[in-house]
């Protein structure tokens, strides 16, 4: 009897190890077989799969600066370290129904003129809704409405998309943005017409002063790649540099030409006037300038851009150098751009400005890192 349970225990322990064996077996075919996790989409995924886009981009620099003016009050020579910008961009613009824009800006530098415009280099750090706005989109109409960009000019507020480092002395007197509402009515492929009302372009943008209304209209005409023109013009009675009610006008024209794959040549002309120039029943005052920019390409990471202007303020009055003085303004900027990678861009720029008001002579050094996103 004791050797017949003996014999039962080692042929149950048989049977238990060889069970074993084949669960250990099978154990690594059924983990196998198991579905795998889904991957966890993406930031970048999900906003592609929503139809929304993000971008941005951040901008510092390092700046010297040299002034020569009778009577100056400014310094004679100034450098400094700027934040100039830092924006994010989020949009949602369908080609047919609802969508919306929201651009912030952050910096020490977002609507000062030329960066270096009479010796002010820099502002306090702000943040700016630069634009904000909903659209509306059937057919060849789109409607915006809220805070926008200007249609004039061929430099923008976003130094991201400018070939210079500096401003031109046309932007500095242009407007930027607009709040108000816009209508863009696309005719064909190559022509759209726009129309639009807003608060005005002096003071009214930010602060409403006046309460009148600006009206605007525009064409733009790109009838190829190598090609574009535009024409955009503002009047309407805004509060003006005086401080009294005033119409103000201006007219601007671009032109674009691709003259090869590696060159581009883009010419500015703006034409302005305002009335009550100097306080009520002082008459009119009246601008007009024109910049013109080569830029090109000498291979895939190096770039070069020039840009030339000559601005003709008559009477005095944006350049505030006193009523019924003519101010006439010249620059010349030439800026190298480097590209190690297509998010980085390293910005090397000189530039001389002259100002027959004072005999003023201002010359400026500037480099810019750019990185995109």
Same mark, same amino acid.
């Given at each position: 009897?004791?050797?017949f349970? #003996?014999?039962?225990?080692?042929?149950?322990?048989g049977?238990?190890?060889?069970?074993?064996?084949?669960?250990?077996?099978?154990?690594?075919?059924?983990?196998?077989?198991?579905?795998?996790?889904?991957?966890?989409?993406?930031?970048?995924?999900?906003?592609?799969?929503?139809?929304?886009?993000?971008?941005g981009?951040?901008?510092?620099?390092?700046?010297?600066?040299?002034?020569s003016?009778?009577?100056?009050?400014?310094?004679?020579?100034?450098?400094?370290?700027?934040?100039?910008?830092?924006?994010?961009?989020?949009?949602?613009?369908p080609?047919?129904?609802?969508g919306?824009?929201?651009?912030?800006?952050?910096?020490?530098?977002i609507?000062?003129?030329?960066?270096?415009?009479?010796g002010?280099?820099?502002?306090?750090?702000?943040?700016?809704l630069?634009?904000?706005? #909903?659209?509306?989109?059937?057919?060849?109409?789109?409607? &915006?409405?809220?805070?926008?960009a200007?249609?004039?000019?061929?430099?923008?507020?976003?130094?991201?998309?400018?070939?210079n480092?500096?401003r031109?002395?046309?932007?500095s007197?242009?407007?930027v943005?607009?709040t108000?509402?816009?209508?863009?009515?696309?005719?064909?492929?190559?022509?759209?017409?726009i129309?639009?009302?807003?608060?005005?372009? &002096?003071?009214s943008?930010?602060?409403?002063?006046?309460?009148?209304?600006?009206?605007?209209?525009?064409?733009?005409?790109?009838p190829?790649? #190598?090609?574009?023109?535009?024409?955009?013009?503002?009047t309407?009675?805004?509060?003006n540099?005086?401080?009294?009610r005033?119409?103000?006008?201006?007219?601007?024209?671009?032109?674009?030409?691709?003259?090869?794959?590696?060159l581009s040549?883009?010419?500015?002309?703006?034409?302005?006037?305002?009335t009550?120039?100097?306080?009520?029943?002082?008459?009119?005052?009246?601008?007009?300038? #024109?910049?013109?920019?080569?830029?090109?390409? &000498?291979?895939?990471?190096?770039?070069?851009?020039?840009?030339?202007?000559?601005?003709?303020?008559n009477?005095?009055?944006?350049?505030?150098?006193?009523?019924? &003085?003519?101010?006439?303004?010249?620059?010349?900027?030439?800026?190298?751009?480097?590209?190690?990678?297509k998010?980085?861009?390293?910005?090397?720029?000189?530039?001389?400005?002259?100002?027959?008001?004072?005999?003023?002579k201002?010359?400026?050094?500037?480099?810019e890192?750019?990185y995109?996103?």
């Amino acid at each position: 009897m004791r050797n017949f349970r #003996a014999g039962l225990v080692a042929v149950s322990l048989g049977m238990l190890a060889a069970l074993g064996t084949a669960w250990a077996e099978e154990a690594p075919a059924t983990a196998a077989a198991a579905p795998a996790k889904p991957a966890v989409p993406s930031v970048s995924d999900v906003l592609d799969a929503s139809g929304i886009t993000a971008t941005g981009y951040v901008s510092g620099t390092f700046s010297y600066q040299t002034y020569s003016e009778s009577g100056a009050t400014a310094p004679a020579d100034y450098s400094t370290f700027t934040l100039q910008q830092a924006a994010f961009t989020l949009a949602k613009q369908p080609t047919t129904g609802f969508g919306a824009l929201v651009n912030v800006i952050a910096g020490q530098n977002i609507y000062t003129p030329n960066y270096g415009y009479y010796g002010v280099s820099k502002t306090a750090t702000e943040l700016q809704l630069a634009q904000g706005y #909903a659209q509306y989109a059937a057919g060849p109409l789109t409607l &915006i409405g809220g805070k926008f960009a200007t249609l004039v000019g061929a430099e923008t507020v976003a130094s991201v998309l400018n070939t210079n480092i500096t401003r031109s002395i046309l932007f500095s007197f242009e407007p930027v943005t607009h709040t108000g509402a816009r209508l863009t009515y696309a005719a064909t492929g190559e022509l759209s017409l726009i129309v639009g009302v807003n608060d005005g372009w &002096i003071y009214s943008d930010e602060l409403a002063a006046s309460g009148g209304k600006t009206l605007e209209a525009g064409v733009a005409w790109t009838p190829s790649k #190598a090609f574009s023109w535009t024409l955009q013009g503002y009047t309407g009675n805004d509060t003006n540099f005086a401080r009294v009610r005033g119409q103000h006008s201006l007219v601007d024209t671009v032109v674009t030409w691709n003259a090869t794959a590696a060159l581009s040549l883009v010419g500015s002309v703006d034409w302005g006037q305002v009335t009550n120039a100097f306080g009520s029943g002082t008459g009119n005052a009246d601008w007009w300038g #024109a910049a013109g920019y080569v830029n090109y390409a &000498i291979n895939d990471q190096w770039r070069v851009s020039l840009r030339g202007e000559y601005f003709d303020d008559n009477k005095g009055y944006l350049t505030a150098v006193g009523p019924g &003085i003519n101010q006439k303004l010249k620059e010349g900027t030439v800026t190298l751009g480097y590209d190690p990678t297509k998010n980085f861009e390293l910005r090397l720029e000189g530039r001389y400005d002259s100002y027959d008001e004072h005999s003023t002579k201002v010359a400026q050094g500037w480099v810019e890192a750019l990185y995109k996103f």
